[in-house]
């Protein structure tokens, strides 16, 4: 069984950056599409960015684009966060599987559809 682990959450100030790491314990699997997740306290789960790992193409929520950049090297997954904002708040978590490039950075992909998840790395941003 696949197992994904994130790192690098933690406490940023508005304005600042971060740069959160999901390392899947098998740097081999073969998973095409890749996925951030985030979800606040009492919300849904919300997709913020993917990536098609065969052509790079992405997809980014308009909550986040322009600030976070989702990128792939050597089998981990990486999302730099800047110009953090307060509601950026949240609980954050990779997610993998096999997808097209369509399906993948298309608006419908949702939660639901990935089969393997991180724990979740909690980043705070305060005033």
């Known amino acids: 069984q696949l197992r994904l682990v994130e790192s690098g959450g933690g406490v940023a100030q508005a304005g600042g950056s971060l740069k959160l790491s999901c390392d899947p314990s098998?740097?081999?699997?073969?998973?095409?599409?890749w996925a951030w997740f985030r979800q606040r306290p009492g919300e849904a789960r919300e997709k913020i960015t993917t990536?098609?790992?065969?052509?790079?193409a992405t997809y980014y929520a308009d909550s986040v684009k322009g600030r976070f950049t989702i990128s792939r090297a050597r089998g981990t997954l990486y999302l730099q966060m800047n110009s953090l904002k307060i509601e950026d708040t949240a609980t954050y978590y990779c997610?993998?599987?096999?997808?097209?490039?369509?399906?993948?950075?298309?608006?419908?992909?949702?939660?639901?559809?990935?089969?393997?998840w991180g724990q979740g790395t909690q980043v705070t941003v305060s005033s």
């Open positions: 997610a993998v599987d096999y997808f097209g490039s369509e399906w993948c950075t298309g608006q419908r992909l949702a939660d639901y559809d990935f089969d393997h």
């Open positions: 098998d740097r081999t699997y073969g998973g095409t599409c």
């Open positions: 990536i098609y790992i065969n052509d790079r």
